[in-house]
């Protein structure tokens, strides 16, 4: 038998305060990705590197576009 992860030891230790607050889907955490999840991963990604983080004096950031002449995931 596997060893229990942190997480299965959790949804066992809770699954009385589960019944009570609401039911939680229960899965197997370690499966593959499906290719539909693979695909939308990696459109995500790409999505993701087209935006820049800048940070202001004061401490809060906001997201600008890399590069704005680029049209290409827009």
């Known amino acids: 038998m596997a ?4 997480t299965q030891r959790f949804m066992r ?11 939680a ?8 990705m499906t290719e ?5 991963l990696a459109r995500r ?3 993701a590197q087209q935006w820049e983080t800048i ?3 004061d401490g809060s950031t906001y997201v600008v576009p890399k590069n704005p002449d680029d049209k290409s995931l827009r």
Do not use: Y
């Open 36 to 40: 539909e999840n693979k695909h939308l």
């Open 13 to 23: 230790v809770t699954g009385k305060l589960r019944i009570i607050f609401g039911p």
């Open 45 to 47: 990604q790409a999505e």
């Open 55 to 57: 940070r202001r004096p």
């Open 3 to 6: 060893k229990e992860t942190m």
């Open 25 to 32: 889907h229960s899965s197997s955490l370690d499966h593959e």
